[in-house]
Nanobody, 125 residues
């Protein structure tokens, strides 16, 4: 298993920026893909971004493409999500997740085996 702890959430105005971090421990060498998902009140959890641990290839939801950047740091076992030009519709609880070798697509929740507890992002208008 991989243990994940998110940090960096908070309250920001429209157009502002936040940087989320996810610290991984445990069987981190087994992680194949690291992803960020988010869940707004009354809505389903949705894919935000993913990064392939070994290659650094990145994938984004259309709603955040060009505004968010996901990155990973091998030495620190961390994954970050830089969020710029934030909008009120980005308000949600953001979760970090680790895929230990699923055959499911990176944008599906069932591809991920371990989840963090979430960090709240609130964007005021």
């Amino acid at each position: 298993q991989v243990q994940l702890v998110e940090s960096g959430g908070g309250l920001v105005q429209t157009g502002g920026s936040l940087r989320l971090s996810c610290a991984a421990s445990g069987r981190t060498f087994s992680s194949r893909t690291m992803g960020w998902f988010r869940q707004a009140p009354g809505k389903e959890r949705e894919f935000v971004a993913a990064v392939i641990w070994s290659t650094g290839w990145t994938y984004y939801a259309d709603s955040v493409k060009g505004r968010f950047t996901i990155s990973r740091d091998h030495a620190k076992n961390t994954v970050s999500l830089q969020m710029n030009s934030l909008k009120p519709e980005d308000t949600a609880l953001y979760y970090c997740a680790a895929d230990l070798g699923s055959t499911d697509p990176y944008y599906q929740m069932r591809a991920y085996d371990s989840w963090g507890q979430g960090t709240q992002v609130t964007v005021s208008s």
